[in-house]
């Protein structure tokens, strides 16, 4: 088969396609580009940049299958696809355990004010006491979404010694306990929780899950604490 490849992909994958199939890389290329050689080839792999829609998959008189090297495939018209018998491969492990851990950095960021301190001292300041910040064992964690990404960062949650509340409709308690969640409705998550973390897929349904209304609702230790820090800095 003739794969192109239209956006960055790790080497590693690449040298796997080469070793059965003929690849071209082909990184950058314009809409109207890539439109124009698509007809050459059997197999298309993108990852996030690339939108192919109904006209780009038109083009691609010969493709029989289309790759997208990430978790989604929000930028894949999935019903011109399907009317042009072609399928629609992902990688939905692909970034699991990188969105877990980068998640937690962003969550000790938080707690531990660390862009504000770093800022702080660069200014040539020195105010120790301003930014001591709050440990997270003990606090209290609600995980919107139980899928592979939620529950990686509930078992490295737990391992932090933090107590970890989970809503998703699809998992049972059984397999939230699995995880050392414990399975809440929304609400109960939103009251109980020092820190709401989400990760679900954007659909009708998920659209605005967290507006103001929710955010009123945390009343957890963490969220208070930070927003006295905040009146405090802004003071």
Known sequence: ???????????????????????????????EELGAILPDYDALIVRSQVQVDAELISAGARLIVIGRAGVGV???????????????????????????????????????????ADASLRRGEWKRGEFTGLE????????????KIGQAIAVRARAMEMVVLGSDP?????????????????????????????????TRATRGIIGKKEIARLSGELTHAKRRLN????K
Do not use: F, W
């Not at 009146?231 to 802004?234: D, G």
């Open 1 to 31: 088969m003739r794969v192109l490849v239209a956006e960055s992909v790790a080497r590693e994958g690449i040298d796997l396609l080469a070793a059965h199939h003929e690849v071209d890389e082909r990184i950058g290329c314009t809409r």
């Open 74 to 116: 929000d930028n894949v018209d999935l019903d011109a696809a399907t009317r042009a018998g072609i399928t629609v491969v992902n990688a939905p492990t692909g970034n699991t355990i990188a969105a877990a851990e980068h998640t937690l950095a962003l969550l000790y960021g938080v707690a531990r004010r660390t862009a504000a």
């Open 136 to 147: 997270l064992r003990g606090r209290t964690l609600g995980i919107v979404g139980l899928g």
């Open 170 to 202: 699809y998992l049972t308690e059984e397999q939230a306990a699995n995880h050392g969640v414990e399975l809440v409705d929304m609400a109960t998550l939103l009251e109980r929780s020092d820190v709401v973390t989400v990760h679900v897929p954007l």
């Open 231 to 234: 009146v405090r800095a802004k």
